[in-house]
């Protein structure tokens, strides 16, 4: 079976099951971010050890649900209480492990929770948090949540065809040699028009400036993440976070763009709507 054939595949069948759980909202579309993010944490953690660092995965793992159910649940306080006992555990846990550099194997360990479950836990928050304040928008947060997927596929894709015809200038070499400017800016492009047809169908209540704003937001800090997962694959010196996916690689490669997008997109949700 081509790498083609299994990329189409993995996204017939997971695009519906996506769509679905979002769609359904509450515990079910908890299930997916839940799934994303345990996923790529233990892909992230993985990658460490190519460059001789150790993170607690058997802290590092829990934590991290414990930080999408504390988002999820509302128990702020709690979820605050249990993190720092979690984190004091984590300190004393390491004086007992057989393996050198502590500092970075914790601090990696921290980096693995707020770079992968904390930072997705924005989006378990702006799925209800959309529906309260677009109410006379029929499923509001569903749809915001499409589209947002839907333009990072969009801007990706505008990236990699236009980057690969017309790329000649090297965006971040040492970080993704392969990217180029001409790429960047086709899914910056890309990014903008998505929201700008979003707005000409009525799709969502976004004015033409909102519609601006975030799709320069897909456009620039969605690729940023790209960049950043890439940052990390390299210095790990791998090509993919994992084989999960035939045809996408992990996970991580595979949701890194709305794991870095989820928090600054709630971020602007608040400005523009609250």
Known sequence: MGELTKRILVATLGI????????????????????IAVTAQWEFYRLQKNKNIYPQISTGMPLGILVLLGIHTGYWFFTGLAVVISC?????????????????????TVLGVIYIPFFLSALLYLRGYTDSL??????????????????????????????????????????SPKKSMEGAIA??????????????????????????????????????????ESWFKREAGVKDSSALLPGHG???????????????????VYFLFA
């Open 16 to 35: 519906p099951l996506i769509l679905l759980l979002t769609y359904l909202g509450n515990w079910y579309f908890f299930i997916l971010i839940l799934i």
């Open 88 to 108: 004091m555990v984590m300190l004393l846990y390491e004086m007992f492990r057989n393996f050198k550099n502590a500092s970075s194997n914790i601090g990696v």
């Open 134 to 175: 677009l109410k006379n928008t029929s499923h509001a947060g569903f749809k915001f949540i499409t589209v947002m997927l839907a333009t990072i596929w969009i801007c990706d894709t505008f990236a990699y065809s236009f980057g690969s015809k017309l790329g000649r200038h090297k965006l971040f070499e040492k970080v």
């Open 187 to 228: 899914g910056l492009i890309g990014a903008i028009l998505t929201y700008g047809a979003v707005k000409l169908s009525g799709i969502l209540p976004l004015t033409w400036t909102a519609s601006l704003i975030f799709g320069s937001l897909v456009g620039i800090v969605g690729q940023s993440g790209d960049l950043v």
């Open 250 to 268: 992990g996970m991580l490669d595979r949701f890194d763009s709305l794991i870095f997008l989820s928090p600054a997109m709630l971020i602007l």
